[in-house]
């Protein structure tokens, strides 16, 4: 190809070309690229819908020259128009290439494209643009229609204003009230959180503190008395939703600036593959209010791993889990919210709910929000179980080591297996029957008093996961808990057992 199509080029299209073609030389030759792109979809359960050649070891094909260098007859650089495609592309170019090369460089003084992903939606809408207005529209509205589902994928609960966010939807409801919402006592860290989203249109909020604190009930009063207009996406917490959630956000072109909440961000991971970094949340920051609600056990947990870490010769190695980059940027934005109310909180707490409700009689309100997810009674109930050693400790222990194996929740059949290994070692001369983990299942998910909580809770956004009561992991799981106890027993035949 000569130099005279380059001629036609605009300058985004000459900054795209020169990251693809800086790309192809780290990586020694566009089939590289290639190969990499093939490992990611395969890796991040891409490949629906692809053709096979986008299989790991699939077909090299021309697909990059054609991105790099255009074709017949316009020749002009060109982005992929499959969403997949798109991702695994800029993923792959964004980590061999992190910063701009010095040909973007000399195109861009002003800085306007510090980052491939930047050049890349400069190039894919000028091609959107150039399309037929029939065309065009009927593109769009393919697109808009995947991107609404991807959201709606995504979150726990439908994209409403603040002020429409339902609390019984996201499970805050409780037996005080035979599941329905408890009045709402103002806490002190409130004022913080509500000066920090009325100062901002777009920046971080990071809400810590330990399971039961009150921090989700407590963002969703103040933004409803803060934002009550903005939309406000709660997300479903768990591995590989971040990316897919930052690639939504750059592709909403005219979307204003509303509220993300990233609520259990803990079960987001800390995998720079595909959980939180620090990258990601910035980015997420610059376009929206971006909350993340995380529990004060894994903030901690995460510090440690940083401060434990061996250095060894393996970069690679330092890459893995939290990185500093992460935790500074989550302690610089922190707002915490602790289990016992203070003194005004309690005197407020006292006086509304001894109006409201007679089901407090006796109870400690200094730990509110245990009390209303009935936190006491559910240690109770395991711990009685655990001692008797029958059918519901078993299940108790297998819910607790899907806190290991399954972090975002376990699907009842998983739950089956680990309860049926447990049921071995409390009874060993007894033969397993499903209907006795049927009965003991309904009564690990049945909430007290019509309570959402439970001592397995279904997972936000899926009617098929369940997870332990976040409540009483700290007290049921110990520190050192290893699975030894699971060696020598595979976990995904679904043999019958004795």
Same mark, same amino acid.
């Given at each position: 190809?000569t130099n005279?199509?380059?001629?036609?080029?605009?300058?985004?299209? /000459?900054? /795209?070309?020169?990251?693809?073609?800086?790309?192809?030389e780290t990586?020694?030759?566009?089939?590289a690229?290639?190969?990499?792109?093939?490992?990611?979809?395969?890796?991040?359960?891409?490949?629906?819908?692809? !053709?096979?050649?986008?299989?790991?070891?699939?077909d090299?094909g021309n697909?990059?020259k054609?991105?790099?260098?255009?074709?017949?007859?316009?020749? @002009?650089p060109t982005?992929p128009?499959?969403?997949?495609?798109?991702?695994?592309?800029?993923?792959?170019?964004?980590?061999?290439?992190?910063?701009?090369p010095?040909?973007?460089?000399?195109l861009?003084?002003?800085?306007?494209?510090?980052?491939?992903?930047?050049?890349?939606?400069a190039?894919?809408?000028? @091609?959107?643009?150039?399309?037929?207005s029939?065309?065009? @529209?009927?593109?769009?509205?393919?697109?808009?229609?995947?991107?609404a589902?991807?959201?709606?994928?995504?979150?726990?609960?439908?994209s409403?204003? !603040?002020?429409?966010?339902?609390?019984k939807?996201l499970? =805050?409801?409780?037996?005080?009230?035979?599941?329905?919402?408890?009045?709402?006592?103002?806490?002190?860290?409130?004022?913080?959180? !509500?000066?920090? =989203?009325?100062?901002?249109?777009?920046?971080?909020?990071?809400?810590?503190?330990p399971? @039961?604190?009150?921090?989700?009930?407590?963002?969703?009063?103040t933004l409803a008395?803060t +934002?009550?207009?903005?939309?406000?996406?709660w997300i479903?917490?768990?591995?590989g939703v971040l990316?897919?959630?930052?690639d939504?956000?750059?592709?909403?072109?005219?979307?204003?600036p509303g509220? +993300?909440?990233l609520?259990?961000?803990?079960?987001?991971?800390?995998n720079?593959?595909?959980?939180?970094?620090?990258?990601?949340?910035?980015?997420?920051?610059?376009?929206?209010?971006?909350i993340?609600?995380?529990?004060?056990?894994?903030?901690?947990m995460?510090?440690?791993?940083?401060?434990?870490?061996?250095?060894?010769?393996?970069?690679?190695v330092?890459?893995?889990?939290?990185?500093p980059e992460?935790?500074?940027?989550?302690?610089e934005h922190?707002?915490?919210?602790?289990?016992?109310?203070?003194a005004?909180?309690?005197?407020?707490?006292?006086? %509304?709910?001894?109006?409201?409700t007679?089901?407090v009689?006796?109870?400690?309100?200094?730990?509110?929000?245990?009390?209303?997810?009935?936190?006491?009674?559910?240690?109770?109930?395991?711990?009685?179980?655990?001692a008797?050693?029958?059918?519901?400790a078993?299940?108790?222990?297998a819910?607790?080591?899907?806190?290991?194996?399954?972090?975002?929740?376990?699907?009842?059949?998983?739950?089956?297996?680990?309860?049926k290994?447990h049921?071995?070692?409390?009874?060993?001369n007894?033969?397993?029957?499903?209907?006795?983990?049927d009965?003991?299942f309904?009564?690990?998910?049945?909430?007290?008093?019509?309570?959402p909580?439970?001592?397995?809770?279904?997972? %936000?956004?899926?009617?098929q996961?369940?997870?332990?009561?976040?409540?009483?992991?700290?007290?049921?799981?110990?520190?050192?808990?290893?699975?030894?106890h %699971?060696?020598?027993d595979?976990l995904?035949?679904g043999?019958?057992?004795?």
């Open positions: 190809m005279e199509p380059e001629l036609n080029w605009t300058p985004a299209q /000459y900054a /795209y070309s020169a990251w693809l073609e800086a790309a192809s990586l020694q030759g566009p089939a690229v290639i190969r990499a792109m093939q490992k990611f979809l395969t890796k991040n359960e891409l490949l629906h819908g692809l !053709a096979l050649k986008w299989k790991v070891r699939g090299v697909d990059f054609q991105w790099k260098e255009g074709r017949k007859p316009s020749w @002009k982005t128009d499959n969403d997949a495609l798109q991702q695994a592309l800029i993923a792959v170019v964004s980590e061999v290439v992190p910063q701009p010095e040909r973007v460089q000399r861009d003084p002003d800085g306007r494209w510090g980052t491939f992903s930047t050049v890349f939606w190039v894919h809408n000028a @091609k959107d643009a150039s399309r037929t029939t065309a065009k @529209k009927t593109a769009a509205g393919a697109h808009s229609e995947v991107r589902r991807k959201a709606r994928d995504l979150t726990a609960t439908a409403v204003s !603040a002020a429409e966010l339902d609390p939807a499970n =805050l409801g409780s037996w005080m009230f035979d599941g329905g919402i408890p009045p709402y006592v103002a806490r002190t860290a409130d004022v913080q959180l !509500a000066e920090r =989203l009325t100062a901002i249109s777009t920046g971080l909020t990071v809400v810590v503190g399971p @039961k604190s009150g921090k989700s009930r407590s963002v969703l009063e008395g +934002v009550p207009d903005a939309t406000v996406q479903n917490p768990a591995p990316p897919a959630l930052v939504l956000h750059r592709k909403e072109k005219n979307a204003g509220v +993300v909440v609520d259990d961000a803990q079960f987001l991971g800390v720079p593959t595909d959980g939180l970094t620090a990258q990601r949340l910035t980015e997420l920051a610059s376009r929206s209010r971006l993340v609600i995380v529990h004060e056990q894994d903030l901690g995460w510090r440690n791993q940083i401060n434990n870490r061996t250095v060894t010769a393996d970069t690679d330092s890459r893995i889990g939290a990185t992460l935790i500074e940027l989550l302690d922190r707002i915490d919210y602790q289990t016992v109310l203070d005004s909180e309690l005197v407020t707490a006292t006086a %509304l709910l001894d109006k409201v007679s089901s009689a006796g109870l400690d309100f200094t730990r509110l929000a245990e009390a209303l997810a009935s936190v006491d009674h559910f240690k109770s109930e395991a711990t009685k179980e655990l008797a050693g029958g059918i519901r078993a299940l108790i222990e819910a607790i080591d899907a806190t290991i194996l399954y972090p975002t929740g376990a699907d009842i059949e998983q739950l089956e297996q680990l309860c290994l049921y071995r070692r409390f009874r060993p007894l033969p397993w029957r499903t209907s006795q983990f009965d003991a309904d009564w690990a998910t049945t909430g007290y008093k019509e309570s909580h439970a001592i397995l809770t279904r997972t %936000l956004g899926s009617d996961h369940y997870r332990l009561f976040d409540a009483l992991t700290p007290a049921l799981r110990t520190a050192d808990r290893v699975l030894h %699971l060696e020598g595979c995904n035949n043999g019958s057992g004795p």
